[in-house]
């Protein structure tokens, strides 16, 4: 067979957008944003030479982690993270287990469930360092800050993922409970709870594990833990100890998470 | 099925008697860690502060109403370097992890140990917060949109390196064979047989950590990298509550429409 591919005509993929004035005006309007936005960009040369010096130290600094001349500061920064993370995963998970009920569409009635949801978006649309920040300015500095905030915040996630959870259940064991006469606590301890327990269990775990890296973070603003002592010491030069301080969040971070994720495979 | 036997009458329970005692004790070494740890705070707790919280609160929600709308006019600079914090420090994020997912994914990495180097990238890059990034870019380059654009770019790369190399792991080798098959370069490879199947779960994730980025952008500035973060800062630190809740009006609303758009984005691309 002979090879008959017709002059000036070539094959070329598919595009992503087939409307030729959507993708060309996108394009154009997305290089238009990029070069507006990178203009507005200002680019101090002079510091940044400054910078480098500094840049030099940090880096030489983290080769040489110094754990031992803040020891003690280190220990209990990252002791009040670890308990800060503890109480605060247990009362969020606390918390979030009637949201998460009322949250799902097919347990409760219209006004319970956009009640629900109204604070499962309301916990979802700041940062944990902002709500932070408030809760520093309500409380004062300190780890009770801190708790109140990953409370927050663990709210909306685990409610958020638990009502999901318990929208896609298996309507027919819900049935079968209620074809019995049970009551809607029986109902749901019975047709519900155990559909969602596994899940909810791996929840509270994945959500342990961003509450201790989160930990690490709001104390930058006040809120306790170790990211007060990281803070602190940023502040003071001693990169030598912010660099320890840094190793030992990641190595604390990725151990959680190695066990979490450990714990979850084995429940699925 | 254990069953209780009271008398004549045949009780039917969830446990028997070794499993009730086991979930007992489980629950009681959960509280007690947890009533241990929650000891620990209230000694470290100036429950003086506590005391006055209501009345704090209820000051400044009454004086955060309310908000300054005047206040509106000098947020839209901010505003629009927060947006240009998150835009660029994803594209950037994504422009690093790419090649790197493509190092880390199984499939597709020239060498075990180039592999290994890759995951730490990626790793190391997901176990700090851009908080902390920031706070050292900002030692290192001076304030500024600069420093909050690296700081977000390099959170990004582990998140969406993480997510890339999964997908690429994912995929289906038949079209990749069948173009390695007609004497394809490894290049072509890489653009006809895996790129056509990743791109879509690689606009999604973008999309995704673009809309993280948004919520993360708005609170570097509180280590002076750039964003609506210094003047969240600076309202907080004279207590100007009408600033501070015109401030929160606007980052609620920003990432509302923000994570309106990915979400549509995502529906598309599915």
Known sequence: MTQTTLPGRQWSPPNLIENPWIRWGLLIGGIIYLVLALLSVDVNPGRIARGMERGGQILVGFVQPDFFSRRDNIISGLIESLVMT???TAIGVVI???IGIGGARNLVPLPVYLVCRLVIALSRTFQEVIIAILFVVMLGFGPLAGVMTLVFGSV???SKLLAENIEEIDAAQVEAIRATGASWMQMLTYGVLPQVLPRLVGLSLYRFDINLRESAVIGIVGAGGIGATLNTSIQRYEYNTASAILLLIIALVM?????????RQRLQ | MPVLEKGSEKVWQKRDRTQALLSWLGWLVGAAVVLFCWQIIADNTNWSFVADAPEQASHMIARGI??????????????WDTLNIATLGTLLGVAVAIPTAFLAARNTTPHPIVRYIALLVIVGSRSVNSLIWALLLVVVLGPGVLAGILAIGLRSIGFTGKLFYEAIEEIDPNPVE????????????LSYGFWPQVMPSIFGVSVYRWDINIRESTVVGLVGAGGIGIQLQASINILRWSQVSMILLVVFLTVFVSEWISA???????
């Open chain 1, 86 to 88: 503890v109480v605060a």
């Open chain 1, 96 to 98: 979030s287990v009637p």
């Open chain 1, 156 to 158: 909306g996630f685990v």
């Open chain 1, 255 to 263: 151990a959680t998470e190695l066990v979490s994720s450990a714990v």
């Open chain 2, 66 to 79: 309310p908000p300054n709308w005047g206040y509106l006019n000098t947020l839209w600079q901010p505003l």
């Open chain 2, 178 to 189: 069948a173009v390695a098959a007609t004497g394809a370069s490894a290049a072509q490879v």
């Open chain 2, 264 to 270: 549509s984005v995502r529906r598309l691309l599915i």
